[in-house]
């Protein structure tokens, strides 16, 4: 596996939804790599986790470069305007 750069956080009073329904996060790892499914040769892609309650307990995104890039921009719009309430 060739792993371009890695982040990862600890989230706090964070939930995701998967197979099994809604369920708390601890982690999040993100990391530019090749993809699994996502046409592009390379991707950025977020790992959102539980590992206490096995694999069924993640969220996988694979963004291009593009979809990443509008995706910050979106969410820092957000969070500035969120801290403005």
Not at 44 to 55: H, M, S, T
């Amino acid at each position: 596996m060739c792993t371009y750069s890695t982040e990862k956080l600890d989230l706090t009073r964070s939930s995701g939804k998967g197979p099994d329904g809604w369920f708390p996060l601890q982690t999040a790892t993100v990391y530019y790599d090749h993809p699994v499914h996502a046409p592009d040769p390379h991707t950025v892609n977020i790992d959102f986790l539980n590992p206490e309650r096995g694999a069924g307990a993640r969220v996988a995104v694979e963004l291009s470069l593009d979809a990443a890039r509008e995706l910050l921009a979106a969410l820092q719009v957000t969070v500035e305007r969120a801290a403005e309430h």
